[in-house]
């Protein structure tokens, strides 16, 4: 069984931003309602009943 088949993949980019969103690492909220992943681009809180970024916090470039 593919993992497709049992869930929609989620959406981490941007509306403007086609390009994809490789992921670093990833946590669950205590209540399990939202997670946070980050790459190296960015921070974003992800919630899941809502299925949609709530939050995307930009990483500082030097």
């Known amino acids: 069984?593919?993992?497709?088949?049992i869930h929609e993949g989620l959406n981490f980019s941007a509306a403007e931003d086609?390009?994809?969103f490789g992921i670093?690492?990833?946590?669950?909220s205590?209540?399990?309602r939202e997670l946070v992943?980050?790459?190296?681009?960015s921070i974003c809180i992800y919630?899941?009943?809502?299925?949609?970024?709530t939050e995307?916090?930009?990483?500082?470039?030097?």
């Open 30 to 32: 205590k209540d399990g």
């Open 24 to 28: 670093f690492s990833i946590k669950f």
């Open 47 to 53: 919630d899941l009943g809502a299925n949609k970024v």
């Open 18 to 20: 086609e390009s994809s």
């Open 56 to 62: 995307r916090i930009h990483a500082h470039v030097v």
């Open 37 to 41: 992943g980050n790459s190296n681009e």
């Open 1 to 5: 069984m593919n993992s497709k088949d």
